[in-house]
């Protein structure tokens, strides 16, 4: 079973930038794509990004693109979420999950779409 944590929350004001991270037990990230989600009181859990399995495509919800970047370190088992130009409506609980399959490339949006999560790293936003 692989075991997902986050880092790297907290609070920041509007403007600022943070990184998250998403450590994976063993080698269990090499061959999935991995994903961020956020879910806000009361909200369903949106989709914020996804790198596939090789890094070589990288997908974002259109709330955040231009300001977030997806990126991973297979040798580290980790991948990132930076986070710039932060804004009171970015706050959340992010999660970080794993793709329920070996070597998808394609779009995957849903959180049906991901076998293993996180619990999650509150990232709150000040005006």
């Known amino acids: 079973q692989v075991q997902l944590v986050e880092s790297g929350g907290g609070l920041v004001q509007a403007g600022d930038s943070m990184r998250l991270a998403c450590t994976a037990s063993g080698r269990a990230i090499n061959g999935y794509g991995m994903a961020w989600f956020r879910q806000a009181p009361g909200k369903d859990r949106d989709f914020v990004a996804r790198?596939?399995?090789?890094?070589?495509?990288?997908d974002y919800s259109g709330s955040v693109k231009g300001r977030f970047a997806i990126s991973r370190d297979n040798a580290k088992n980790t991948v990132f979420l930076q986070m710039n130009a932060l804004k009171p409506e970015d706050t959340a609980v992010y999660y970080c999950?794993?793709?329920?399959?070996?070597?998808?490339?394609?779009?995957?949006?849903?959180?049906?779409?991901?076998?293993?999560w996180g619990q999650g790293t509150q990232v709150t936003v000040s005006s």
């Open positions: 790198i596939s399995w090789n890094g070589g495509r990288t």
């Open positions: 999950a794993r793709d329920s399959l070996l070597y998808r490339a394609g779009v995957y949006q849903s959180p049906g779409e991901y076998g293993s």
